[in-house]
């Protein structure tokens, strides 16, 4: 999001453990970075976010100014309800489920246009288009190995994992990171600039012997999630 000059932040999250850390941990970064929080909604159910983001996006001081306008003027007037306009993006660290019904709830409340940013939790893994297709236009982090970037490898080994457990697809690609950081561990520490292209993300390893991780991102289009640069967003 700052790469993307934004700047000025709409944090939209549940009230479940991981939406709060994720979003916690969000306006931390921000903060960091001196970006602004124009405004943060956590919400219980559907109902109580449809009313919070409203509230946020100041649709209601909107309706009341035409009603105003009407009272002076004497007579029905036909407007469309304008959104607070000091918002860049929308963060939404939210699991599939939540997120589509908050995405179209977004559109109803005038901000169809506003960019929206979220975190794996979003996509689950599998190919929905009917389900997923609320979620067009959603931007995500994710693995390179969910993404499949190896899927002949990715097929094989679905065939293995359980159906409940879909999660577990990262555990192969990061056994398979690890397999190949292992032996040079050591000398990538000793070089800032050392990358390594793993299916987890872009690798790198700090003088601590810390690895660091850079994951990809993507995008839904027609229900699908489609890889892509983020300088492409």
């Given at each position: 999001?700052?790469?993307?000059?934004?700047?000025?932040?709409?944090?939209?999250?549940?009230?479940?453990?991981?939406?709060?850390?994720?979003?916690?941990?969000?306006?931390?970064?921000?903060?960091?970075?001196?970006?602004?929080?124009?405004?943060?909604?956590?919400?219980?159910?559907?109902?109580?976010?449809?009313?919070?983001?409203?509230?946020?996006?100041?649709?209601?001081?909107?309706?009341?100014?035409?009603?105003?306008?009407?009272?002076?003027?004497?007579?029905?007037?036909?407007?469309?309800?304008?959104?607070?306009?000091?918002?860049?993006?929308?963060?939404?660290?939210?699991?599939?489920?939540?997120?589509?019904?908050?995405?179209?709830?977004?559109?109803?409340?005038?901000?169809?246009?506003?960019?929206?940013?979220?975190?794996?939790?979003?996509?689950?893994?599998?190919?929905?288009?009917?389900?997923?297709s609320?979620?067009?236009?959603?931007?995500?982090?994710?693995?390179?190995?969910?993404?499949?970037?190896m899927?002949?490898?990715?097929?094989?080994?679905?065939?293995?994992?359980?159906?409940?457990a879909?999660?577990?697809?990262n555990?192969?690609?990061?056994?398979?990171?690890?397999?190949?950081?292992?032996?040079?561990?050591?000398?990538?520490?000793?070089?800032?600039t050392?990358?390594h292209?793993?299916?987890?993300?872009?690798?790198?390893?700090?003088?601590?012997?810390?690895?660091?991780?850079?994951?990809?991102?993507?995008v839904?289009?027609?229900?699908?999630?489609?890889?892509?640069?983020?300088?492409?967003?």
């Amino acid at each position: 999001a700052w790469s993307l000059n934004y700047r000025r932040a709409f944090l939209l999250h549940a009230y479940d453990t991981q939406s709060k850390r994720t979003a916690e941990a969000f306006e931390q970064a921000w903060s960091e970075r001196e970006g602004e929080m124009a405004v943060t909604v956590a919400f219980d159910n559907e109902q109580a976010a449809s009313s919070e983001i409203s509230k946020a996006l100041q649709i209601p001081l909107s309706e009341q100014r035409a009603q105003k306008l009407q009272a002076v003027l004497g007579r029905q007037l036909q407007s469309t309800p304008r959104r607070r306009q000091d918002i860049d993006f929308v963060y939404l660290p939210v699991t599939a489920q939540q997120a589509r019904s908050l995405k179209p709830l977004l559109a109803y409340h005038f901000a169809q246009d506003l960019p929206v940013l979220s975190s794996s939790r979003v996509y689950t893994g599998r190919l929905d288009e009917r389900s997923d297709s609320d979620l067009n236009g959603v931007y995500f982090t994710e693995t390179p190995w969910v993404l499949d970037a190896m899927p002949a490898l990715s097929t094989r080994i679905d065939r293995h994992i359980e159906a409940g457990a879909p999660n577990s697809k990262n555990l192969y690609a990061l056994g398979m990171d690890a397999y190949q950081l292992a032996p040079r561990v050591a000398l990538m520490a000793q070089a800032a600039t050392a990358k390594h292209s793993g299916l987890t993300g872009i690798l790198s390893v700090n003088k601590q012997g810390i690895v660091l991780r850079i994951p990809s991102w993507a995008v839904f289009r027609n229900g699908a999630a489609r890889p892509l640069q983020v300088e492409s967003i």
